[in-house]
C-alpha cells in the first residue's frame, strides 16, 4: 500500500439519511506508508468524525476514500480489520485482562470464530509487545497499569493486528509531558521502521510540528471547513500556521517552529 487517498471527501453523521448533517466537505488528501502525518485543528472543527470516517466507523456523506484501489465501502468489516487498525482516545473499560491478553485481542481478525491463538500469532503478540517496550508489563492487569503503559499496550495491540494502516485519535492526551514526548517518538519510529500509514490526531501542536512528516490542518471558513496539507516547514513558509496558532500572546516562529507565550509585560512565559 503506497497512500490512502481522500477525494472530495464530505463527511458527517447520519450519511445517507433524511437527516444527515455535514461536518466538512469538498475534502482532498493523500497519507502516504511510512510517514508519520498529524491532524490538527481547533476544539469541534471535525477532527474526530474525519477519523471515524476514515477508520469505517462512519459511513461518508459524499465522495471517496480510495484504499488499494478501492472504495472503503467495498470493504466487509473484516477485510477492514486487516488493512486499518484504530487506537481511540477512551480508556478501555476492561477488568480481569492482562496487557497481553489485550494485545492479543489484536490477532482477531485471522483467528476465525473461536478465537484461539496459534504459534505464529502468539509470536506476533510478544514481537507487537517487544517494538513497542511493554514485554515487562505482559502479565499485569490492564486496570492496574498508568495512562501512558495503557496506551503503549493498546498501540501494540494495533501492531499485533498487522495493518499496513493505524489511526490513533488523541494519543497523548492525559499523558504528562515526557510520556507525550516518548509516545509521539514512538510512532514516528513505528512509521519509518514498519512502513505503516500512521495518521493521528492531536492538540499537541509544538511536538506535531517537530515530530510530523507531514500535517493535514482543519480550520473553520465561516459555516465551511478547509483542509490544507503539507510538511510543517512548507505550511510555515506559507503562513498558514501562523494564521492557526497566533493570537494575543502567542508567537510562532516559522523558522525553528516553536511557540512562545508572553505576558502582558512582553516577557516569555513559556
Not at 500509514?197 to 478547509?226: C, Y
Request: proline share 3%; with cysteine; hydrophobic share 40%.
Amino acid at each position: 500500500m503506497n497512500c490512502i487517498e481522500i477525494r472530495n471527501l464530505s463527511i458527517g453523521y447520519d450519511a445517507h439519511s433524511k437527516k444527515a448533517k455535514t461536518v466538512a466537505s469538498a475534502l482532498n488528501g493523500c497519507l502516504c506508508e511510512g510517514r508519520l502525518t498529524c491532524l490538527l485543528g481547533a476544539n469541534g472543527v471535525g477532527k474526530s468524525t474525519l477519523l471515524k470516517t476514515l477508520s469505517g466507523f462512519l459511513q461518508k456523506i459524499q465522495g471517496e476514500i480510495i484504499i488499494n484501489n478501492k472504495d472503503i465501502e467495498e470493504y466487509s468489516d473484516k477485510e477492514l480489520a486487516r488493512l486499518i487498525g484504530v487506537v481511540l482516545t477512551a480508556k478501555p473499560e476492561i477488568q480481569n485482562m492482562t496487557a497481553r491478553e489485550m494485545v492479543a485481542l489484536g490477532r482477531s481478525p485471522y483467528t476465525g470464530f473461536w478465537g484461539s491463538l496459534g504459534d505464529d500469532d502468539n509470536r506476533i503478540v510478544e514481537e507487537a509487545m517487544e517494538i513497542v517496550g511493554i514485554k515487562a508489563l505482559a502479565d499485569r492487569m490492564i486496570d492496574t497499569l498508568s495512562d501512558g503503559e495503557r496506551q503503549k499496550v493498546m498501540i501494540a495491540k494495533a501492531l499485533a493486528q498487522q495493518t499496513p494502516v493505524i489511526y490513533l485519535d488523541e494519543p497523548t492526551a492525559f499523558l504528562d509531558f515526557p510520556s507525550k514526548v516518548e509516545m509521539m517518538r514512538l510512532l514516528k519510529s513505528l512509521a519509518r521502521e514498519t512502513g505503516k500509514i500512521i495518521f493521528l490526531s492531536t492538540h499537541d501542536v509544538s511536538m506535531a510540528l517537530q515530530l510530523a512528516d507531514d500535517v493535514w490542518l482543519m480550520e473553520r471558513d465561516g459555516d465551511k471547513r478547509t483542509l490544507t496539507i503539507g510538511t510543517p516547514n512548507a505550511l510555515a513558509d506559507e503562513g498558514t500556521l501562523q494564521r492557526f496558532i497566533e493570537g494575543e500572546g502567542i508567537h510562532f516562529d516559522p523558522t525553528t517552529l516553536t511557540i512562545s507565550l508572553f505576558d502582558s509585560f512582553g516577557s516569555i512565559t513559556g
